[in-house]
């Protein structure tokens, strides 16, 4: 899998939204871009993916650069239940079946 | 549907022992991984499983490490002759794939403290 880079550690006021940004310079085109995030104390938990268009669910939003090398997972309101460590992913579908997670950002939210 | 589900989720043994982990995925999920995360770091890949079938090794999954998935349904990993750098989260996680990307869901692991 493509690696990716991510600032160690951010800090976001609580109830503003926050950006968390993710560099993928050699994605390929076959990769989706997966984030999913940690809690204190426990398991990863999936928090969106993308291919190629930005995509919004329950949790948060995912925008994705026009050419794929950079991507921006987006909290609109962030909660003190949001300080975790957020990890940005690249899949290969033909490729690993494991997820490569990295050292991800460490989110801090101030309340 | 619970989740995911491991079995201890703490376990302190003394070096030399032998330690068993139990997981639990999610029903009708085909495929089962295994995860170990060390203090500070994301967690690292050890193996998988397509339902009874054991895919894919990490070549951190030294002769020490065996995984078992009968029947396709829960997994074990064991540990033998544990050592000290065994000391570890080990995470489990499940996923259904028969195509294209798929979404894992991790169990909250069992904490391996070695002495």
């Known amino acids: 899998d493509a690696k990716t880079t991510q600032p160690n550690s951010m800090e976001s006021n609580e109830e503003e939204p926050v950006h968390l940004p993710c560099n993928h310079s050699?994605?390929?085109?076959?990769?989706?871009i997966h984030w999913y995030r940690q809690l204190p104390s426990q398991g990863p938990e999936y928090v969106i993916h993308?291919?190629?268009s930005n995509v919004n669910n329950r949790m948060a939003s995912l925008a994705i650069a026009e050419d794929r090398k950079s991507s921006t997972l987006i909290l609109h309101r962030a909660t003190l239940r949001d300080a975790a460590v957020y990890y940005c992913?690249?899949?290969?579908?033909?490729?690993?079946?494991?997820?490569?997670f990295g050292t991800g950002t460490r989110l801090t939210v101030i309340p | 549907d619970t989740g995911v589900s491991q079995d201890p989720r703490h376990k302190i043994t003394k070096r030399g022992q032998n330690v068993t982990f139990r997981c639990d995925p999610i029903?009708?999920?085909?495929?089962l991984y295994w995860y170990r995360q060390t203090l500070g770091q994301g967690p690292e890949f050890l193996t998988y499983?397509?339902?009874?079938?054991?895919?894919?090794k990490s070549r951190l999954l030294s002769d020490r490490f065996s995984a078992e998935r009968p029947k396709g349904s829960f997994s074990t990993l064991e540990i033998q002759r544990t050592e000290q750098g065994d000391s570890a989260m080990y995470l489990c996680?499940?996923?259904?794939?028969?195509?294209?990307?798929?979404?894992?869901?991790f169990g909250p692991g069992t904490r391996l403290t070695v002495l």
């Open positions: 996680a499940s996923s259904f794939r028969t195509g294209g990307t798929d979404t894992q869901y």
């Open positions: 993308g291919l190629t």
């Open positions: 050699t994605i390929s085109g076959t990769d989706y």
């Open positions: 499983f397509q339902n009874e079938a054991q895919l894919e």
């Open positions: 029903s009708e999920h085909n495929r």
């Open positions: 992913i690249l899949r290969d579908v033909s490729g690993a079946n494991n997820l490569f």
